[in-house]
């Protein structure tokens, strides 16, 4: 049993690496970034509102997020364990999560921080060519998450459950280093 935050700047590598880890560990990979581009793409009320705050570059607030991720975690096959990979995004979410957790009678395992030097993810953002991925929006998100985000590493330190590593290194590397703690 598995139950994972992966933590990190955007860019950083959770998606790709969180899906690399539910298909060994055969848990979901819990993405609330590809739920709510999912939402974006199909127009949905909740798509609609979340597209504003994207196109700025700015976090989705908690509320549109919450939601989904509650509802995610109750289904059957996230009974056997999760990763989730885009929440909590900052500590108000953490620990709203924490509640949740308790609610349902899980546990977290362990908080994943991939630690990438910004310009590399400015780097592989670019290159991945996503509308939404110019420099000025990228650097913004990467501004954003550092004031809202990053306070999550020391948040999840104080409980004693964060484990950082390298992401600025080749994919297989940082694969090895996370089969290494799950």
Known sequence: ?????FLGPPGAGKGTQAMVLASLKQIPH??????LRAAVAGQTTLGVKAKEYVDRGELVPDQLVIDLVRERLEELDAKAGWILDGYPRNV???DS????VKELGQTLDRVVNLDVPDETLVERLLSRGRKDDN??????RLEVYREQTA??????EAHQNLTTIDGDRPMEEVTAALKEIV
Not at 1 to 5: E, G, P
Not at 151 to 156: H, K, N, S, V
Request: charged share 25%; glycine share 4%; aromatic share 6%.
């Open 97 to 100: 999560l924490a509640e949740l």
């Open 92 to 94: 108000a979410q953490a």
């Open 151 to 156: 306070p999550l590493i020391e948040y999840y």
């Open 1 to 5: 049993m598995a139950r994972l935050i």
């Open 30 to 35: 819990i993405s609330t970034g590809e739920i």
């Open 135 to 140: 420099e000025d929006v990228i650097r913004r």
